[in-house]
């Protein structure tokens, strides 16, 4: 006799009362392995997977905002004013005006000028560098030496912005 006339036989044999309690028992077994066996493993699943989403649409975003502000850098960039006339007599004028006596500026091409600020306080040179920025001129190579007086030497290459004058 197989395993399952065994078992259908010992079902028969039992009580009426017996067979419904082990129905029973059979559907509460089944319902707890369902719940234990499908139910809570898909929602953990499920509950990780939003988890995942949230921080996605998180991440999206602040890679949306960064583009964003990207964008408008390289719209404020490209609307800088023009630097008027010859780069290198600018540059020249307004290291002199900024107190560089001893700049040396040379120019290197349409558009292009190089700069040796022999000694400068670095909070000076670094400032007026910077500020070049708003003036449509861009630093394209920058070395800064330490002198022995507590003041550096700076070489820059600089360059007209985009679509400024003198290019």
Do not use: K
Not at 74 to 99: F, K, S, W, Y
Request: no cysteine; hydrophobic share 60%; aromatic share 4%.
């Amino acid at each position: 006799m197989s395993a399952v006339g065994q078992l259908s036989g010992w079902f028969r044999a039992l009580s009426a009362r017996e067979r419904v309690l082990i129905a029973v028992m059979l559907a509460l077994l089944a319902v707890v392995i369902g719940w234990l066996g499908i139910a809570r493993p898909l929602a953990a699943g499920l509950a990780r997977a939003e988890a995942r989403h949230a921080e996605a649409v998180l991440l999206a975003g602040r890679v949306e905002a960064r583009a964003a502000a990207l964008a408008r850098l390289d719209r404020a960039a490209r609307a800088r004013p023009a630097v008027p006339g010859d780069l290198a007599t600018r540059i020249g004028a307004a290291a002199e005006a900024a107190g560089f006596a001893g700049a040396a500026v040379t120019p290197q091409g349409a558009g292009r000028a190089a700069l040796i600020i022999p000694a400068a306080r670095p909070a000076a040179a670094f400032a007026w560098i910077a500020a070049l920025d708003g003036e449509g001129v861009v630093v394209e190579r920058l070395a800064v030496r330490a002198n022995a007086d507590q003041t550096v030497q700076v070489e820059a290459g600089l360059i007209a912005a985009p679509g400024a004058a003198g290019r």
